[in-house]
Every structure is written in C-alpha cells, then in structure tokens.
C-alpha cells in the first residue's frame, strides 16, 4: 500500500475508536501473522520443557536425594501451580497480556537457568519455584488468542495451537535424550531450555501488538471460511479502546491496588455459575489421567507387552492427537460451531472408548481404543475451554483460563492417589473408575443442557 492511503486508513480508524488506540491497516493480514507467531511461541514453550522434564528425576537422584523428598520437589511444583495458576491469569487480565506473558517467559527462563547450576538438591529445588510460579506461558497465550480471534473460530485457533504445541513436546524428549548422552549433559540441556526462553521472550517482544491488537477479534476469521472478514463492530471497538486505556494504567498501578483487583475478579469467577463447566472439566481430567496412570504396567500384566511397545503405542497417540489438533476446523464446522454438543459429543466417545481398554481381551482392541481416544480428547480438552469462555466472557479469559488449569492441577494431585487404590484390586481399576467419572460428566452435562444451548444459540447469533 502506498504510505498515503495507509495513513489516511489510520487516521480514519483513531478517529473511529475515539482516540483511544490505533487499530493497525490491513489487520486481518496483521492478525493473521500475530496468531502464527504465537503457534511458534506454543511450540518452543513445550520443546524447551520437554527437553528437560524427562531427565530431572534422573538428575535429582544423581544429587543424592532419596525417592521420598523427589516426591516431594515434585509435588511442591504442582502445589504451586495450583495457587498461582488462578492469580497469574487474573494478573494478565488486568496488567495485559504483553507484559504478563513476557514477566511469565522471563522468570521460567531464570528458573531454567538456576537448574542449570543445580549441584545440590537444595538448588534443585529452589529452580523450582519460579517455575511452578510462573510457567504459565501457554495458558495466557491462549486467553491471548482468545481476545484475537471471533467465537466462531476459537475452537479451531486453540486447536491449531495444541497441536503446535504438541509438537514441540513430541521432539523436545528426543532431542534431550540425545544432549542426555553428553559429559554434563543435563546441565547443558537445562542451558539450552533456558536460552530457548529467552528467544521466546524476544518473539513476543518483537511482535507487532500494535498491529495485532487484542480488539480485533472479528477479523482473524478461518481461512477455510471463505478466508478473513473486514467488517468491524463499533460497539466492540470503543470498548476495546477503553479497555487498553485501563490496561496501560494498570501496569503503573500500585501492586496492592493490583492485587485487590486480582482478588475481586476471582470472587466474581467463585460466584459465577461455571461451577458445573469445572467440575465437568475436572472430572474427565482425573479420568484420562486415570487411564495414563498405569497404561504401561497393565499392558505388561494384562498382555505380556513390553515397556518399548507402550511406549511407541504412547507416541502413536501422541501423533494422532496433533493430527486432531488440525482438524478441528472442519469437524467444528460439520457440528454447526455447537461446542456443546461436540463436546458432549466427545465425552461420550471417551467414556465408551476407555470401557473398550477395560474389557479389553486383545492387543487390537487396546490399539483401537488408543487410537480413537487420540482424537476424542483433543477434542474435548479444547471444546471444554471454549465452553469457559464462551459462558464466561472473554472479559475475564484469564481468569476463567487459569481457574481452569488449576482444577486440572487438582485432579493432577488426586489421580494417583485414586490410581494407587483402585490397582489394590485389579489392573483393570484405574480405568474402570475413569468410566464411571466421565459417566458423572456426562450426567451433569445433560442435566445443565438448557444453559449450555442458550449461550450456544447467543453466541451464534453473535456472528
């Protein structure tokens, strides 16, 4: 474009949102190129994390420390991921994305660098907080992307980046498997985690927020929709500007004037009537984490399978959910964009599948289950926070995101324990419990169906 017409585009869009922020000229392309540049930050997150995770217990036992306090390093990360997970995402409500995405990258990459030096198990486990604090890069990415793009093609967006992610994750354990093999390999591997960091801080430094503002959600649109939509909704842009207006001066803002306003928006998530979307999300949560919990040693005493079988039927489905990932644009189509009945659709499919992996009596059956489940929970993990925002409000999308994350920290924390109980009486137990969980989802989602199909029918109204 020549320089003329994008200034008079931009003088005609300040004059429109009132003065209160630039929207930038030729947005769609914009907020095309700032969705791609965020899959990319998805994938290096879980690729410098997978490099390092798979090596840390093996790393902590070479320090010298015994399986018991192990344990307990590990259970402290997951602890403070449950209490921090809610406060960094209503942090980035009010702060912005920018700079709570950045501070998130930042201190992992310093929690990184710490494990680096990790001599003793006390170093070990100090390079753990930061991180258990802060790593919670991929959750406000999401609620990033959630302010980018439409409700209409949300699904597919946080679909495409899972799998971007996933991908990271898959290569990420190959790759510091092979550093492993190196004279301090762990250190170098723990170096590496941290510097790929701090290239992800840069990339989200250096993309184009004024161009790729958060108020332009109706114009990243998909691409198999007839590509990007150009009309703009006034209402939506004057409260978008407003809002940027508050965001810029929340960052100045006093951290305990911060703090009380972090503290008011999770009373109002507490109040809400999402009770019902969590306690689904938690609930099928601790079910797939029941049916991971004790895969490889049933297989081993169920079928006499080795330990290198489970472990390439794990990366198979690992695969097949990325795969999933990137189809959920043409399945979300073919359900009329209801994410309800997708996901009821899918929790259903779940529940019949790991009752196949129960009753189980041949290896084919355990292959086909694990192949179909691939796609069912990928599908389902990302319908169910579409649901959050969806009733919830994209107001407050960090909020209902780390509120999220935090019930799947919970049933993170319960899981083996359940696991542990039910394998006192049969391999079979741990999955046989997470039948009768999704079964409980499934009631509740069934029972709560008027709410859900009423924000469903408003939503596409909305389009």
Same mark, same amino acid.
């Given at each position: 474009?020549?320089?003329?017409?994008?200034?008079?585009?931009?003088?005609?869009?300040?004059?429109?949102?009132?003065?209160?922020?630039?929207?930038?000229?030729?947005?769609?392309?914009?907020?095309?190129?700032?969705?791609?540049?965020?899959?990319?930050?998805?994938?290096?997150?879980?690729?410098?994390?997978?490099?390092?995770?798979?090596?840390?217990?093996?790393?902590?036992?070479?320090?010298?420390?015994?399986?018991?306090?192990?344990?307990?390093?590990?259970?402290?990360?997951?602890?403070?991921?449950?209490?921090?997970?809610?406060?960094?995402?209503?942090?980035?409500?009010?702060?912005?994305?920018?700079?709570?995405?950045?501070?998130?990258?930042?201190?992992?990459?310093?929690?990184?660098?710490?494990?680096?030096?990790?001599?003793?198990?006390? *170093?070990?486990?100090?390079?753990?907080?930061?991180?258990?604090?802060?790593?919670?890069?991929?959750?406000?990415?999401?609620?990033?992307?959630?302010?980018?793009?439409?409700?209409?093609?949300?699904?597919?967006?946080?679909?495409?980046?899972?799998?971007?992610?996933?991908?990271?994750?898959?290569?990420?354990?190959?790759?510091?498997?092979?550093?492993?093999?190196?004279?301090?390999?762990?250190?170098?591997?723990?170096?590496?985690?941290?510097?790929?960091?701090?290239?992800?801080?840069?990339?989200? #430094?250096? *993309?184009? #927020?004024?161009?790729?503002?958060?108020?332009?959600?109706?114009?990243?649109?998909?691409?198999?929709?007839?590509?990007?939509?150009?009309?703009?909704?006034?209402?939506?842009?004057?409260?978008?500007?407003?809002?940027?207006?508050?965001?810029?001066?929340?960052?100045?803002?006093?951290? #305990?004037?911060?703090?009380?306003?972090?503290?008011?928006?999770?009373?109002?998530?507490?109040?809400?009537?999402?009770?019902?979307?969590?306690?689904?999300?938690?609930?099928?949560?601790?079910?797939?984490?029941?049916?991971?919990?004790?895969?490889?040693?049933?297989?081993?005493?169920?079928?006499?399978?080795?330990?290198?079988?489970?472990?390439?039927?794990?990366?198979?489905?690992?695969?097949?959910?990325?795969?999933?990932?990137?189809?959920?644009?043409?399945?979300?189509?073919?359900?009329?964009?209801?994410?309800?009945?997708?996901?009821?659709?899918?929790?259903?499919?779940?529940?019949?599948?790991?009752?196949?992996?129960?009753? %189980?009596?041949?290896? #084919?059956?355990?292959?086909?289950?694990?192949?179909?489940?691939?796609?069912?929970?990928?599908?389902?993990?990302?319908?169910?926070?579409?649901?959050?925002?969806?009733?919830?409000?994209?107001?407050?999308?960090?909020?209902?995101?780390?509120?999220?994350?935090?019930?799947?920290?919970?049933?993170?924390?319960? %899981?083996?324990?359940?696991?542990?109980?039910?394998?006192?009486?049969?391999?079979?137990?741990?999955?046989?419990?997470?039948?009768?969980?999704?079964?409980?989802?499934?009631?509740?989602?069934?029972?709560?169906?008027?709410?859900?199909?009423?924000?469903?029918?408003?939503? *596409?109204?909305?389009?």
């Amino acid at each position: 474009r020549r320089p003329g017409a994008a200034g008079r585009m931009e003088e005609a869009e300040e004059d429109e949102e009132g003065g209160g922020g630039r929207r930038a000229a030729g947005s769609p392309a914009a907020s095309a190129r700032f969705v791609r540049c965020l899959y990319a930050v998805g994938f290096l997150d879980l690729f410098g994390v997978s490099l390092v995770v798979p090596l840390m217990n093996l790393h902590i036992k070479s320090l010298g420390a015994s399986h018991t306090v192990a344990g307990i390093i590990g259970s402290l990360y997951g602890v403070m991921q449950l209490f921090s997970s809610t406060f960094v995402g209503c942090w980035s409500d009010i702060v912005g994305r920018r700079y709570s995405l950045l501070a998130c990258i930042l201190l992992s990459a310093l929690g990184y660098f710490l494990l680096g030096n990790s001599t003793t198990v006390f *170093l070990f486990a100090i390079s753990r907080v930061p991180v258990g604090i802060f790593k919670h890069t991929l959750s406000i990415s999401k609620a990033l992307l959630s302010d980018l793009v439409s409700e209409r093609d949300r699904p597919l967006v946080m679909g495409r980046f899972n799998a971007a992610s996933s991908v990271g994750f898959i290569l990420g354990p190959v790759v510091g498997g092979y550093l492993a093999e190196l004279e301090g390999g762990f250190y170098q591997t723990s170096f590496i985690c941290a510097s790929i960091f701090l290239l992800n801080g840069g990339l989200v #430094w250096m *993309l184009p #927020w004024s161009e790729g503002d958060t108020g332009n959600r109706d114009h990243y649109q998909d691409k198999g929709t007839n590509s990007f939509s150009a009309k703009s909704n006034h209402n939506l842009h004057l409260k978008s500007a407003s809002s940027r207006a508050v965001t810029n001066g929340c960052v100045f803002q006093s951290p #305990w004037i911060q703090a009380a306003t972090v503290l008011k928006k999770i009373k109002g998530i507490a109040c809400s009537n999402l009770w019902d979307v969590f306690l689904v999300r938690f609930l099928m949560s601790v079910a797939i984490l029941l049916y991971y919990s004790n895969f490889t040693l049933a297989l081993e005493e169920r079928f006499g399978v080795k330990p290198l079988f489970a472990g390439y039927l794990t990366s198979y489905s690992s695969a097949l959910g990325v795969l999933a990932g990137f189809l959920l644009g043409p399945i979300t189509r073919l359900y009329g964009h209801n994410t309800y009945r997708l996901l009821l659709h899918s929790s259903t499919f779940t529940c019949l599948l790991i009752l196949l992996y129960t009753s %189980a009596l041949h290896m #084919w059956m355990v292959i086909l289950s694990s192949t179909f489940l691939a796609f069912s929970t990928t599908i389902g993990r990302t319908c169910i926070i579409d649901l959050e925002l969806t009733i919830g409000g994209n107001e407050a999308s960090g909020t209902l995101l780390g509120v999220g994350q935090s019930v799947t920290s919970v049933g993170r924390i319960i %899981a083996p324990l359940l696991s542990g109980i039910a394998q006192e009486f049969s391999p079979c137990g741990p999955p046989s419990l997470a039948v009768g969980l999704a079964l409980v989802a499934i009631v509740i989602m069934n029972a709560n169906k008027q709410k859900y199909r009423s924000h469903g029918t408003v939503k *596409l109204k909305n389009q």
